[in-house]
């Protein structure tokens, strides 16, 4: 009978905290009672963790056993401390040594014959470990390659309890797989492809370069999903710290690749029009889940028939697309999720479709305005680019026109977005990111002359004055784009133009 301690790791969101997993076995009327904020499947690891020890031919104590989780007011989720709470059992009932642990944290969930298996999450609750001076980290073995993708802490692996049992008593070793770093095997689509649409193509480099948001609407076969789903082809790679956020939400959520590879490329998610709230921005019982928004934080979100979207799901995107997170509150607390992305909305003009838009549409007027209607104004007004994308004409499928391929457009891509990094300093890395205050700055600020046709929009009451500032932050990245140091009067009324679906 006695009292053993280990460590674990504890999510709440993307921020996890290192945990005490104590177990006290005293004499009593033989129970397991686990506290400290359990949720169901934590509750449950008493059944689990029972069958596992004695499947690997340990003996478990007769007695009345306590396991406690601290801090005891954080809630706990999932079944990842089960290894843990085995060997904290172990330690204080059946005198298992776990001195060759001290400085280690322990995951993963055990099936009931003893295997360990894999669980989400593996990434940023190594990457907490190695924050808090943790210097081990025990995972299952599916798992290993995802953890070493963190730096400065050692990384071993197990696939099953009797396994850390013998590495304990000293007749066993961990397992210490080579890992290759595997490459992205990703296929990038090539903007070469879409064919006719010097428009479209047009807003997808401004929209890589500054990180605006897009809006596309016209007939079917005009090429709006093709050039959605191109643009993250134009953008550039992330960066070592992008990299290793965009990777940890997609272990949180599961969908991270079984080689365990950290995501290089910008992501693309792509929900279909009967999403839920909870499924585009995040939510679910127990821990919020990471929605379609956060999944493609660095990258791109593409709602295609965005008009089909429930209004109260679109309008959900409000307040991530301004603040950059996803604050989901529940009764237990509030979980934060980044979502930096950008919105790519596609729309047909009314609900019949045809392909020969004004000329071949057969709805009412009021039918495409009630059609139109469903994307709210406060949503559209937070929408940078706002274009009309006419048919496709047979001459640009039968032609012989060179078309730009996505590297050269890459290239100028990462030119323009190295441009305004340098001007923007620690600001912001974009145009799209730049607050306000800096554009009013004495530095940047543009003159009257040059904002003309802004001030007279704005001035009429067809701009707002968020629509003011994000038409300014387009000026800058067409200037980027061109090579000019400053904005121009014609860059000012081009951004006007893409906002106002006016352009033709």
Known sequence: MGYARVHSV????????????????APGLPSLVVSGLPDAALSEARDR??????????????????????PAHMRKHGSGFDTAVAIAVLAAGAALPIGRLKGAVILGELGLDGTVRPV?????AVLAASRAGKELALVPLANVTEARLVPDIEVRATDSLGRIIGFLHGSENLLDPVSEPAMETSITLDLADVLGQERGRRVIELAAAGRHHIAMFGPPGTGKTMLAARLPGVLPPLDDEESIEVTALHSIAGTLAPSGTLV???????????????????????????????LAHHGVLFLD???????????????????????LRRAYGETVYPARTQLVMAANPCPCARPGGRQTCQCPSIVRRRYQARLSGPLMDRVDLQVDLDPVRSAALLGTEHVEPSAIIAKRVLEARGTAAARWGRSAKTNGDVPASMLRDGRFRLSKSVLHPLTVEMDRGRLSARGFE???????????????????????REALELRSRSVR
């Not at 993307?14 to 104590?22: H, K, M, R």
């Not at 290089?264 to 928004?293: D, E, F, Y």
């Not at 965005?306 to 409000?318: I, P, Q, T």
């Open 305 to 327: 028939e965005c008009a089909e979207f429930a209004s109260g799901v679109l309008d959900s995107l409000r307040q991530p697309l301004e603040q950059g997170q996803v604050r």
């Open 120 to 124: 989400r999450g593996v990434l940023p």
């Open 10 to 25: 504890a999510l709440h969101g993307v921020a996890g905290e290192v945990i005490v997993v104590e177990a006290d076995v």
């Open 264 to 294: 290089r490329r910008a992501p693309l998610q792509a929900p279909h029009h009967t999403a839920s709230v909870a499924a585009l921005v995040g939510g679910g019982p127990g821990l919020a889940k990471p929605g379609a928004i956060s």
């Open 49 to 70: 963790v029972r069958a596992a020890v004695q499947n690997s031919g340990a003996y478990w104590p007769q007695a009345r056993i306590t396991v406690n989780l601290l």
């Open 470 to 492: 994000r038409s300014v932050r387009v000026a800058w990245t067409i200037a980027d784009l061109d090579g000019r140091e400053r904005p121009e009067a014609a860059d000012v």
